[in-house]
């Protein structure tokens, strides 16, 4: 049984252009969180999602910032406009439903915005 | 507010001895879950062990044992016996809130832990 499955595991972008990162949970699993690490810092939640459904998205940037689990495919977290301080680690998380614990986290996307 | 803090930014054990890494934590919520995880050097988050609000005893896992004090707020780790690999960087983290309608984890700054031979 894979685990979940990030990528790119590293992504390289210039200023101002886009950057997509994927994630696609464990079988089985139907919620996603996405999750951000600065340099020198703790994990910050960004989203929640479920099958086609934002639950959560109160640690979002309200600009640039994107997130969707569609009902086929990989839950997808889109950056626009990529700025330098967008460079981080990008983890996902998944779970097969709600109230659970010991949530099994993917490798993380290292985002740098050059 | 909710919180976690961890104190300690790094430290320091002899490889086969215990080592305590410190975490406290702040809610106002009765229910809540307290975990810790472990990020090697390959950037991965392991995560180690779990406690609940309201289980009265300590979570242990194999070597990690996690000692909860409620009145505190505090909920160390202890690892026992430690060995090379256990290098890395720890997280403690909270679920305020456990059983709402989002359980996202709000994670402390980390202790960066080096055992050595």
């Known amino acids: 049984n894979a685990g979940v499955m990030q990528n790119p595991r590293h992504l390289v972008r210039r200023r101002g252009q886009e950057a997509r990162l994927r994630c696609s949970p464990m079988?089985?699993?139907?919620?996603v969180y996405w999750y951000r690490q600065l340099p020198e810092e703790g994990l910050k939640f960004m989203v929640y999602?479920?099958?086609?459904?934002?639950?959560?998205e109160s640690g979002m940037p309200k600009e640039r910032f994107s997130a969707e689990f569609p009902k086929e495919g990989p839950s997808i977290l889109r950056i626009q406009q990529v700025v330098r301080g967008d460079s981080a680690a990008y983890f996902c998380?998944?779970?097969?439903?709600?109230?659970?614990?010991?949530?099994?986290f993917g490798s993380g996307t290292r985002l740098t915005v050059v | 507010a909710q919180k976690i803090t961890q104190t300690q930014p790094g430290m320091f054990v002899q490889e086969k001895e215990a080592v305590t890494l410190d975490c406290t934590y702040d809610?106002?919520?009765?229910?809540?879950?307290l975990f810790w995880y472990k990020q090697p050097s390959s950037g991965e988050m392991i995560f180690l062990i779990y406690?609940?609000?309201?289980?009265?005893q300590n979570a242990t896992e194999g070597r990690y044992s996690l000692n909860f004090q409620k009145a505190r707020k505090s909920a160390n780790l202890v690892i026992s016996a430690s060995q090379l690999g256990d290098s890395a960087m720890y997280f403690c983290?909270?679920?305020?809130?456990?059983?709402?309608?989002?359980?996202?984890?709000?994670f402390g700054t980390g202790t960066l832990l080096a055992v050595q031979p």
């Open positions: 809610t106002s919520d009765q229910s809540y879950g």
């Open positions: 983290a909270m679920i305020p809130n456990y059983g709402g309608a989002t359980n996202k984890l709000i």
């Open positions: 406690q609940g609000s309201y289980d009265e």
């Open positions: 998380a998944s779970s097969p439903v709600t109230n659970y614990y010991g949530y099994t």
């Open positions: 999602l479920q099958k086609e459904n934002i639950i959560d």
């Open positions: 079988k089985g699993h139907s919620h």
